[in-house]
């Protein structure tokens, strides 16, 4: 079984087998944490949205600011870039800047 110091028992459940990686159902763990933080995207822009026009959202230098946001968001761009790509919000061009971007708005579609 291998050499070991005196008075050291071995573990019963150290196997080969449980160095082996976990079964997969199909969806890698990253994905499932940008769904997540998709999700909590749209209910943080329901939070502190409101309507303009016909259209519900909220301006981006209002979100960036938000202290809840700050907390829960590690990078706010791109959960809204992942939200972009899955139409569940819209925005005008790719990237949004503090400062140079604030008043651009971001319109919740779902």
């Known amino acids: 079984m291998g050499w070991r110091p005196r008075g050291v028992k071995r573990h019963r459940s150290f196997t080969p087998l449980s160095l082996a990686p976990a079964p997969t159902t199909g969806t890698p763990a990253s994905a499932m944490n940008v769904e997540k933080e998709v999700d909590q995207l749209v209910t943080e822009i329901r939070r502190i949205g409101a309507q303009q026009g016909d259209k519900f ?54």
Request: proline share 2%; net charge negative; aromatic share 10%.
């Open 57 to 110: 959202g909220v301006s981006f230098g209002t979100l960036f600011d938000d202290e809840r946001c700050q907390d829960i968001f590690e990078a706010i761009m791109g959960t809204l870039r992942a939200a972009k790509r899955q139409k569940k919000i819209e925005y005008p061009g790719q990237l949004l800047l503090k400062g140079t971007h604030d008043t651009v708005f971001i319109e919740l579609l779902v």
